[in-house]
């Protein structure tokens, strides 16, 4: 019985090389289906079927995922001011990678479709950005935890997480950030100027006597110079309050010490300068 062993080697070998070859393939084609997915729309929508698919283990690609919840009854704000941007993103990375050379799929999953895999993942606010690294291939990485992008300050632009992602993604291409041409904005702001450049051509022969008016400019000089000088440019810097509660509930006009002022004691102030003074 000693070729039995010998045997049984011979056989677990070409099926251990069948098994990586065909889990290889797999994963090839999962990404190759979810690809053409995203060339046609970027970022894909998900729900935990297709979450999972993308997802599993082995695979040669990375996942950016982004779970959120866009619904108005969750009241997530966060969610709703970073979605547009995050679109941005999906687009602009799929215009500049057609080919899939990045092996990176961006996609959204709401937890409207989601709801098992929130759970699963222990979520209790959004949105969050898991970035899922390959386990097989050339860029493999050791750990298969996804990493998670840090949203506490505030919510990023497209081109932020785009940084965000090449730092984890070397050796690869980082397609920049391509945004559409607001032709709407473009057209309000022509017919505007053109609109305001109207009106003053109209006008101008009101408008001129009272620009070349010594008295006019005199005016708004001494009015800034008051300004100034009783403190509203430290106002601007400091952001003072405009006024403040004494602690016995009335209100206090006039801050104590010589490093603090409130907006009204500026003003104040410029009155009293402006009030004339007899001559001895």
Same mark, same amino acid.
């Given at each position: 019985m000693r070729w039995l062993p010998a045997l049984?080697?011979?056989?677990?070998l070409p099926l251990g090389s069948f098994a990586a070859k065909s889990s290889s393939s797999s994963s090839a084609d999962r990404f190759q289906t979810f690809h053409t997915q995203a060339v046609s729309s970027s970022p894909i &929508?998900?729900?935990?079927?297709? #979450?999972?698919?993308?997802?599993?283990?082995?695979?040669? $690609?990375s996942v950016a995922v982004l779970l959120t919840a866009l619904d /108005? &009854? #969750?009241?997530?704000? +966060?969610? !709703?001011?970073?979605?547009?941007?995050?679109?941005?993103?999906?687009?602009?990375?799929?215009?500049g990678d057609k080919s899939g050379d990045s092996r990176l799929i961006l996609s959204t999953l709401d937890f409207t479709d989601g709801r098992d895999t929130f759970m699963s993942l222990g979520l209790q606010t959004a949105p969050v950005l898991l970035l899922f690294q390959p386990t097989t291939g050339p860029h493999a990485v050791p750990s298969p935890d996804p990493i998670r992008y840090d949203f506490a300050n505030g919510v990023p632009n497209a081109e932020v997480v785009r940084d965000w992602l090449a730092r984890h993604l070397?050796?690869?291409?980082?397609?920049?950030?391509?945004?559409?041409?607001?032709?709407?904005? =473009?057209?309000?702001?022509?017919?505007?100027? +053109?609109?305001?450049?109207?009106?003053?051509? &109209?006008?101008?022969? $009101?408008?001129?006597?009272?620009?070349?008016?010594?008295?006019? =400019?005199?005016?708004?000089?001494?009015?800034?110079?008051?300004?100034?000088?009783?403190?509203?440019?430290f106002n601007q810097?400091?952001?003072?309050?405009?006024? /403040? !509660?004494? !602690?016995?509930?009335?209100?206090?006009?006039?801050?104590?010490?010589?490093?603090?002022?409130? !907006? +009204?004691?500026?003003?104040?102030? /410029?009155?009293?300068? &402006?009030?004339?003074?007899?001559?001895p």
């Open positions: 049984v080697s011979l056989v677990a &929508k998900l729900a935990d079927a297709s #979450y999972k698919k993308l997802t599993s283990a082995p695979r040669d $690609y /108005a &009854k #969750y009241g997530c704000q +966060l969610c !709703g001011m970073f979605q547009p941007e995050w679109d941005v993103l999906g687009k602009s990375w799929v215009k070397p050796d690869r291409p980082h397609p920049l950030i391509y945004r559409p041409v607001n032709y709407v904005r =473009w057209v309000v702001s022509t017919v505007s100027f +053109l609109g305001v450049l109207g009106v003053i051509f &109209k006008l101008w022969p $009101y408008l001129l006597p009272i620009l070349q008016n010594r008295n006019v =400019w005199a005016g708004l000089s001494l009015v800034g110079i008051l300004l100034f000088t009783s403190g509203h440019m810097i400091r952001k003072v309050p405009y006024v /403040a !509660g004494d !602690g016995r509930g009335g209100i206090s006009y006039f801050a104590g010490g010589f490093q603090s002022q409130y !907006g +009204l004691e500026t003003q104040i102030i /410029a009155f009293i300068c &402006k009030l004339p003074t007899e001559s």
